[in-house]
């Protein structure tokens, strides 16, 4: 008989996390473990329930209320949560709750202790509030973080402080790609056959930096006479802190227009990287992300900032450039090095792919975390 896995997430948009856990419930091995998905009723009027579906799991809700400023009404909806969680976790006979947010781990942690389940974290950023980890982080039987960043921010250690990588399969999507395909993709986003493409694919929020990244462009216009492009893939609305605007009234600002093409929300994103030379993950915070796993497999050359868990993947000179945070001029000067030189460009995005494949190959994830939810299962 499978185990009975429940797995909370209250994001209500598709960012890093959420794409990770998708291709994670995918690759689970299902004659060991059957799965249940829930999910905020913000997400599923969204359409992600039907997301969920498609990698064959079933689907509960819950109102995931915002609890960092607790009102009565929060305190309210928080209990209607704990009440059908205790449903489910009766009914459904869960052995296991995977948490894979903050407000997932707030929510799902107590009542799921409360009907005898373990529970396992998913720590996938810094967010969580340090003195609240530290209180509710003993009724976790595991905690898995995505990088040693994350780990070090949290001073958690011990048997039961486990790190595995953000996995992904974007290397099988890409090695279908055809050069006429490519093309087609090329001409749809009106690049010239000779210009570097530039990209980025991530939330349009504050703390992603896109803003240095179009400052950066516009000093790159005055330092090489190459011909070059920049797609920036992503959305910022209803999301906290989203600045899209803001984004697109920089670039106008900057006089970019010709440059910098605002592609929307990718939901594939094989066509972007696919086309793209270079990515640019200009971050201010960002503990391991899937955006530049994803670029390495498809043999695109990263520059990134130095922070957070980027520089365990992105090795400064050797499997990409790393650059200091909110410094437009570095960052255009790591851009210019790579558009001039194209084969040390390739060079560096061949050593990522080695490092993004041997790290972060999905079946690899997949299988340390299975060992470690039967671990905690057979305690």
């Given amino acids: 008989m499978p185990y009975n896995l429940l797995f909370l997430d209250h994001t209500p948009f598709v960012g890093g996390a959420q794409l990770s856990l998708l291709q994670h419930l995918r690759a689970l091995d299902r004659s060991r473990f059957k799965v249940i998905a829930g999910i905020s ?9 039907d997301r969920y579906r498609a990698v064959g799991a079933d689907i509960c809700c819950l109102h995931y209320p915002f609890l960092r400023r607790p009102s009565w009404q929060a305190l309210k909806l928080l209990a209607e949560d704990w009440r059908v969680l205790g449903n489910i976790l009766k009914e459904r006979k869960i052995d296991l709750v995977v948490t894979n947010s903050v407000r997932a781990a707030l929510v799902g942690t107590i009542p799921a202790r409360w009907a005898g389940a373990k529970v396992v974290w998913l720590v996938r950023d810094f967010t969580f509030p340090r003195w609240l980890f530290a209180c509710l982080s003993p009724l976790a039987a ?3 973080f995505n990088s040693w960043a994350v780990r070090r921010h949290y001073i958690c250690s011990g048997a039961k402080a486990r790190v595995v990588y953000v996995g992904r399969d974007f290397y099988r999507l890409v090695a279908r790609i055809t050069q006429k395909q490519k093309e087609q993709w090329r001409a749809r986003w009106r690049l010239k056959p000779n210009a ?12 992603k930096g896109v803003d240095d990244l179009i400052k950066a462009l516009a000093i790159l216009r005055d330092k090489t006479p190459l011909p070059f492009a920049c797609l920036i893939a992503g959305t910022g609305r209803g999301q906290r802190g989203g600045n899209e605007q803001e984004l697109r009234s920089l670039i106008t600002k900057l006089k970019l227009e010709q440059i910098v093409k605002m592609v929307g929300f990718q939901k594939d994103l094989v066509p972007l990287f696919s086309v793209l030379d270079i990515l640019a ?7 391991f992300s899937s955006a530049v796993i994803d670029a390495m497999m498809a043999g695109v050359a990263v520059v990134a900032t130095n922070q957070g868990g980027t520089p365990e993947l992105v090795k400064d000179g050797k499997t990409g450039i790393l650059v200091p945070v909110k410094s437009p001029p570095s960052l255009a000067q790591a851009l210019c090095r790579l558009i001039e030189n194209p084969h040390w460009r390739r060079q560096l995005a061949e050593a990522g792919r080695r490092q993004a494949m041997q790290q972060c190959r999905i079946g690899k994830t997949t299988r340390q975390l299975e060992e470690i939810y039967l ?5």
């Fill in 142 to 144: 595991q905690i898995v």
């Fill in 281 to 287: 993950l200009p971050s201010h915070s960002e503990s």
């Fill in 375 to 379: 671990k905690t299962l057979s305690v």
């Fill in 196 to 207: 570097v493409a530039i990209g980025y694919a991530g939330r349009l929020v504050k703390e």
């Fill in 41 to 49: 009723r913000k997400a599923e009027l969204l359409g992600l329930a």
